[in-house]
């Protein structure tokens, strides 16, 4: 294996690394634990109350956990652009990329002593391990133009993202294993993703090289970030079809986010599944998203990359109103969820490799790629905003789930304005 091979795949490993707090974190054991210790069920098994109080309000459990989660997302989008222009003038984007990756995994180890009597104290720990995800998942994000060519993005980008889902799977399996069959906590399993973040983490940082220079005047540092962060926003509104791109982005963005943190919820509240039910739906979601990113990446060099990404949002449309209509019981949620993982491989990974593509030559790639990090944070912030309230306003999840076909559609209807040549160009 050549050394360029080594750097991406060791790139590719950091997904390995972080992706478990998406899935046990975001997705899997900690919504069910957190579900479990904020709600109270009768002898069947049915919810009778989840409300709780945060910070003197009385909402429901789901409802002030998206809004906590906007906060800390709207936290990401205010530090990530200001810290990327940093990382590009003295060169420290991997040492940002480690600095958020001790702060995630800590933040995630610390859920071991999540208590709903204490619920602000308590989302300190996840609300730090969100930022902490999303602020080096952007400084990793920004390394991809530096170790690929456009024509091997699409490839390396999917392959990377397959490697999370197969790293998160095979730590979920195993905390499974150990809270089943063992009997251990699950709030174990928050420490073991700290562990195992941090620590496949190091493969990444060893192979990814870059030189640190140190600066004397801290005034000076801020200073620059920002001239940086100005330089890359002029240079983005000359080019049509990025800009054109990142708002198509920052809209479908808003549905695909929400969903991958809201499922597990909408499963629990809407279809009444237990939570043994509602892991193999979250592990056929992971393990069905790996064809699917490596699909897309194929349909990619045939079609291009836009096409593919506004097939994609068709089917999101699609899987919206069924989950809407026709998802009362745990076989058609089975389905949903098996239709959600596919295309949310394909569409994270075309995604990401699709706005590499259309950057111009340059060293300013964690400038540019704040741009996209916080586009998608805003558009996530906005997209938990809206479930939150439309559930709390309504006392369902059926009605924002049908809400984010909005977003889809818009979506769709935006990728039609990147300019045609684009459309085929970007292949």
């Keep these: 294996m050549n050394q360029r091979k080594k750097i991406q795949n060791a790139w590719g490993m950091y997904d390995w690394a972080n992706s478990t707090y998406n899935l046990v974190i975001s997705s899997a054991i900690f919504p069910i634990f957190y579900g479990a210790v904020t709600s109270v069920r ?55 990329l480690q600095i958020f990756c001790y702060i995630g995994a800590a933040s995630c180890a610390s859920l071991y002593f999540f208590d709903p009597a204490h619920l602000e104290l308590s989302f300190v720990s996840i ?19 530096q170790i690929a060519d456009k024509d091997e993005q699409d490839k390396v980008s999917a392959k990377a993202y397959s490697l999370g889902y197969i790293g998160s799977v095979s730590l979920l399996i195993m905390n499974l294993i150990a809270i089943k069959g063992f009997g251990m906590s699950a709030r174990w399993s928050f420490v073991s993703v700290g562990i195992w973040w941090a ?48 708002v198509a982005f920052f809209v479908f963005s808003m549905g695909i986010q929400t969903i991958m943190q809201m499922a597990a919820f909408f499963g629990e509240k809407e279809i009444n599944l237990d939570s043994s039910q509602l892991i193999v739906a979250i592990v056929l979601v992971q393990l069905i ?36 209509f026709g998802v009362t019981e745990v076989v058609t949620f089975y389905i949903a969820a098996g239709i959600i993982g596919f295309i949310m491989g394909g569409t994270q990974s075309l995604a990401r490799s699709t706005y590499s593509k ?70």
């Design 358 to 427: 259309f950057l111009p030559k340059t060293d300013d790639t964690a400038s540019y790629f704040s741009f996209y990090d916080v586009t998608e944070k805003l558009g996530l912030i906005i997209g938990l905003f809206s479930f939150g309230f439309l559930e709390g306003t309504f006392g369902t999840m059926r009605a924002s789930i049908l809400a984010l076909v909005v977003f889809f559609i818009l979506g769709f209807f935006l990728l039609f304005l990147v300019p045609k040549e684009e459309k085929t160009v970007i292949q």
């Design 199 to 246: 620590g496949f983490a190091q493969i990444t940082f060893y192979h990814l090289k870059e030189e640190v220079i140190h600066q004397q005047d801290a005034s000076a540092s801020w200073k620059k970030g920002f001239n940086e962060l100005r330089k890359v926003w002029e240079q983005m509104k000359e080019i049509k079809s990025l800009k054109r791109y990142l």
């Design 127 to 145: 609300m730090l391990a969100c930022i902490g995800f999303w602020c080096s998942y952007a400084f990793a994000n920004s390394f991809l133009p």
């Design 289 to 324: 998203a790996i064809p699917g990113a490596m699909l897309f990446s194929w349909g990619s060099k045939k079609l291009g990359n836009i096409p593919m990404l506004m097939m994609a949002l068709l089917i999101w449309v699609g899987v919206c109103a069924y989950a809407y």
């Design 42 to 96: 009768n002898a069947n098994g049915d919810i009778i109350d989840d409300k709780v109080h945060f910070f003197g309000w009385t909402l429901k459990n789901t409802e002030a956990l998206s809004y906590a989660l906007a906060f800390s997302l709207a936290v990401v989008s205010v530090l990530v652009p200001l810290l990327s222009g940093i990382a590009d003038y003295y060169h420290m984007r991997k040492r940002f």
